[in-house]
């Protein structure tokens, strides 16, 4: 089993950046590709970017490609999203999840992931 726990959530202008964290715990993190997704209460939740188990390979929803960052550190079990230039439609929750063995080039759909964090809030005032 593996356990999420996303942290750096908070409130910001139009503008600014947050970088936000989703440290790993239960097996070996590298063997373990990460993504993250967003919700708001009006939408389903929706696919923000993924980074396979090594960091070779990441991939971004095109609206958020220039803008957001995935990232991690293996050998801190800790993936990250940095997001800059935020917009007031980037409030959400945000969440990390994670799975074990391939996703082919279904990284979108978030049926495919096993683990999920608890969320954290991102909220962006214009």
């Known amino acids: 089993q593996v356990q999420l726990v996303e942290s750096g959530g908070g409130s910001v202008q139009a503008g600014g950046s947050l970088r936000l964290s989703c440290a790993a715990s239960?097996?070996?993190?590298?063997?373990?590709?990460m993504a993250w997704f967003r919700q708001d209460p009006d939408t389903d939740r929706e696919f923000v970017a993924y980074i396979a188990g090594l960091g070779r390979y990441t991939y971004y929803t095109d609206s958020m490609k220039g803008r957001f960052t995935i990232s991690r550190d293996n050998a801190k079990n800790t993936v990250y999203l940095q997001m800059n230039s935020l917009k007031p439609e980037d409030t959400a929750v945000y969440y990390c999840?994670?799975?074990?063995?391939?996703?082919?080039?279904?990284?979108?759909?978030?049926?495919?992931?096993?683990?999920w964090g608890q969320g954290t809030q991102v909220t962006v005032s214009s």
């Open positions: 239960g097996r070996p993190f590298n063997s373990i590709a």
């Open positions: 999840a994670g799975r074990t063995g391939g996703l082919g080039t279904n990284f979108g759909d978030r049926s495919m992931y096993d683990y």
